[in-house]
Structures are given as C-alpha cells and as structure tokens.
C-alpha cells in the first residue's frame, strides 16, 4: 500500500495485439450497425470470403469471442446468396447479412438521405473554397479545416455509396 507507483510502460504482446485487433472489429462492426440504424441488439452474419488469409485465419481462431461480443450468429467462409451490406475493417472487406426483421429498403432510403446531406455540404464547402475572397481573408487554419471537412465528405460518399451498392 505504501510502496512507490510502477515505473515505465506495459509492454506489448502477441496477446495484447490480438485483444485490440478484437476491440477494433467489434467496435467497427457496432458503429456500421449503428450508422445504418440497425439495432444493437440484432443478430447479423458475416462473411469472411473477401479477407486477407491472415486476417481469415484470426477471426477463426477468435470466432466465439466474435460472435459473443458482435452479435454474430454466423460466420460464413463463403459469400451468400442473400442481399449484404458491405463494411471494411482495416483494408479486409466483409458483407454483412442482417435478421428478416431489419428493413432493407428502410436502411437504403436513410443511406440515400445521409449521402444527399453529405453532398450538400460538400457543395457549400466547395464554393467557399473556390470564392478567391473567403480564401485570401480567412486564416489559414479555417481553410486547412474546409479542406480536411470537405476530404472527410468525400470518404464517408464513398463509403455509403459502397454499402448501397452492396444492399
């Protein structure tokens, strides 16, 4: 109780490496769930045929924290012949099945709202951008955020035009 607090850094193992790999998929996988609002509490499949082979070959050495953690029912080898919705963790592409009780059409609609309010936007980003005027009085901080908001923009399009094709 009375000795000194450790010095110096935890270090980093296999085991650590592999937990964070874990939080990561499941993090990513709560927050697409959550973007196309889906509930929490929903069950989905997943397949695991577009992946690395090592990034394979993870998920089925941690397929039951998985499943436990992300309300996975099932993890597939192979693509399904069933409407998917497409999520990208890490550069490794998987497609996501959902219950019969989510509503497609609905999560396409509200994709198809949120890509149109995002475009908007960058519409309004744009044109402050190109008025000569805005950038030559601005700081140049401001503008260096218009820039990075207007990147942001263009990567979550790209994102949900992705998952919409996929639907």
Same mark, same amino acid.
């Given at each position: 109780?009375?000795?000194?607090?450790?010095?110096?850094?935890?270090?980093?193992?296999?085991?650590?490496?592999?937990?964070?790999?874990?939080?990561?998929?499941?993090?990513?996988?709560?927050?697409?769930?959550?973007?196309?609002?889906?509930?929490?509490?929903?069950?989905?499949?997943?397949?695991?045929?577009?992946?690395?082979?090592?990034?394979?070959?993870?998920?089925?050495?941690?397929?039951?924290?998985?499943?436990?953690l992300g309300r996975?029912?099932?993890?597939?080898?192979?693509?399904?012949?069933?409407?998917?919705?497409?999520?990208?963790?890490?550069?490794?592409?998987?497609?996501?099945?959902?219950?019969?009780?989510?509503?497609?059409?609905? /999560?396409? *609609?509200?994709?198809?709202?949120?890509? @149109?309010?995002?475009?908007?936007?960058?519409? #309004? =980003? $744009?044109?402050? !951008?190109?008025?000569?005027?805005?950038?030559?009085?601005?700081?140049?901080? /401001?503008? *260096?955020?218009?820039?990075?908001?207007? @990147?942001?923009?263009?990567?979550?399009?790209? #994102? =949900? $035009?992705?998952? !919409?094709?996929?639907?």
């Amino acid at each position: 109780m009375l000795a000194n607090w450790p010095i110096g850094s935890a270090k980093k193992d296999k085991n650590t490496k592999q937990v964070e790999k874990i939080i990561g998929i499941i993090s990513e996988l709560r927050s697409f769930k959550n973007e196309l609002n889906v509930g929490p509490g929903s069950f989905i499949e997943m397949s695991i045929n577009n992946i690395s082979k090592s990034q394979k070959s993870f998920i089925i050495d941690n397929e039951i924290i998985l499943k436990k953690l992300g309300r996975i029912s099932n993890i597939h080898q192979n693509d399904v012949d069933r409407p998917a919705a497409t999520m990208m963790v890490s550069g490794d592409m998987f497609k996501i099945y959902f219950d019969k009780d989510v509503d497609l059409e609905l /999560i396409k *609609e509200n994709l198809t709202n949120r890509q @149109n309010k995002y475009q908007e936007e960058m519409n #309004k =980003i $744009s044109q402050r !951008l190109n008025n000569k005027g805005f950038v030559d009085r601005a700081p140049k901080d /401001i503008v *260096e955020q218009e820039k990075t908001n207007y @990147n942001n923009l263009i990567n979550d399009i790209k #994102k =949900i $035009s992705l998952t !919409l094709e996929s639907l």
